[in-house]
């Protein structure tokens, strides 16, 4: 079997992955992507080279994690090392412009947005609204910089305050509020084009910030539940905001494994919400997505696993996958 090699910034989210790993009995070496030397005269080892990056990473502190990742997955995708969620997929993690365009040529329903290069062409950006809208970073991950305005004026307050988010990439996306039929939203995970579960999200008690993994739900100085932006119920200890959507079949599945195909998305999680109006509108696709421990515990399949037999299958066509 080819070695596995887990290209990521963040050690806490990796443990379901790792444990993932052990269970299926494969190995897998780490690379941690924060700072290092890449010598491009050098021959990369062979392996299958699994990329986890996330937008949010500049959030912890690993600013440089983003462009390290590019500059490693260009030299191994020009050595002609196989890579799962490469260079290309990078750069749909980083940029909500690219995630959305590429859905819209999809034929996939998706919000009106428009996009403000510069914080001060955000108000001529919002003129295209009538309110409600939101705001949004286009370098995104954890909802960053998502907030709701009821009003131009309210924006124009914010805009010109020392509260204001400034995106990571200078884009700041306005987009159309959309009016959920229900208070949840649904989170379709696929591995190598396959369908593994869909999720619901509480937008009530999650707010914008709907990040399913464990090391995101609770406040690491006060050990509580965040109180996300956007929530409009306070999440108590214990409760859960995630649930698996038992019984989901819908032909957005298809859509998104044609979408996952054609843009060389091997993982991945896409978000989408029904609205009052009968929409079915795609907002959101997480590249490096994690897996919550109480939807695992009840599905028929689990996220790290599939993937785990997925990477392996890369590694080594003859293994046959480990008793669940």
Not at 296 to 314: D, F, K, N, Q, T
Request: charged content about 25%; glycine content about 8%.
């Amino acid at each position: 079997m080819k070695t596995i090699y887990a290209l990521h910034e963040n050690p806490d989210w990796f443990p379901p992955f790792a444990r993932a790993f052990e269970q299926e009995g494969v190995e897998v070496v780490e690379w941690v992507l924060t700072d290092g030397v890449l010598d491009l005269d050098g021959v990369p080892p062979e392996g299958i080279f699994w990329s986890r990056i996330s937008a949010s990473a500049h959030t912890r502190g690993h600013g440089l994690s983003k462009d390290y990742a590019r500059a490693v997955l260009s030299w191994l995708e020009a050595s002609g090392r196989r890579t799962v969620n490469g260079r290309r997929v990078l750069e749909l993690e980083m940029s909500k412009v690219d995630q959305l365009t590429a859905l819209r040529a999809a034929g996939i329903d998706t919000p009106r947005t428009v996009a403000a290069i510069g914080r001060r062409r955000i108000l001529e950006a919002a003129e295209a609204f009538e309110a409600p809208f939101i705001l949004k970073h286009n370098q995104g991950g954890k909802g960053l910089g998502v907030r709701k305005f009821d009003s131009h004026a309210e924006l124009a307050d914010y805009v010109a305050s020392p509260d204001f988010e400034e995106p990571e990439d200078g884009i700041t996306l306005v987009q159309e509020y959309l009016q959920a039929a229900e208070p949840f939203i649904t989170r379709v995970e696929l591995v190598g084009g396959s369908f593994i579960y869909a999720i619901k999200a509480d937008t009530a008690r999650g707010g914008f910030q709907l990040c399913p993994a464990d090391a995101c739900a609770i406040d690491p100085v006060t050990g509580r539940p965040v109180m996300p932006p956007g929530a409009t119920i306070a999440p108590e200890p214990g409760q859960q905001l995630f649930s698996r959507r038992e019984g989901f079949d819908s032909p957005i599945i298809a859509a998104y494994s044609d979408f996952a195909r054609r843009n060389h998305l091997e993982v991945c999680g896409i978000e989408f919400i029904e609205t009052v109006d009968g929409r079915v509108v795609t907002y959101d696709v997480n590249t490096n997505t994690n897996y919550n421990a109480v939807v695992e515990a009840g599905a028929p399949l689990s996220g790290p696993r599939e993937l785990v037999r997925y990477l392996a299958r890369l590694a080594d066509p003859d293994r046959q996958p480990a008793p669940a």
